[in-house]
């Protein structure tokens, strides 16, 4: 029996927490067995990431297996019915690899360029 997909997300950061709120209402309205944990209140010893890592990308664990970058965006897509022809239209090899670029070097440094800025201004 699959277990439930457990998501970790930045709740610091207000992009990620906005995008993880409609996740979470899309996942509790189709009763999708995903679980959201804010990386911050978490023991990422149980992730096997550090916080560093943990705030770089987004991660996920089904089964033992941890998923992390665009992989955890299509394994949370998959659980939640609104967003499984997402899933299926960026599996597509050629779109999966441009996603997956995107993800890799757009999306995700200058979600973490934004954390570590707001993480500054609040230690300053």
Known sequence: MAQQLEILYNGRCPICSAEIAQY?????HAHA???FIDLHEATLA???LSADQATRRFHARKDGQI???FPAFLALWRELPRMRWLARVLELPVLRQMADFGYNN???PLLYWMHKRR???KAG
């Open 24 to 28: 979470r209402r899309q996942a509790e």
């Open 33 to 35: 067995p995903v679980q």
């Open 46 to 48: 149980h992730w096997g």
């Open 67 to 69: 998923i992390s970058g």
């Open 106 to 108: 757009l999306a995700a």
């Open 119 to 121: 993480e500054s201004r």
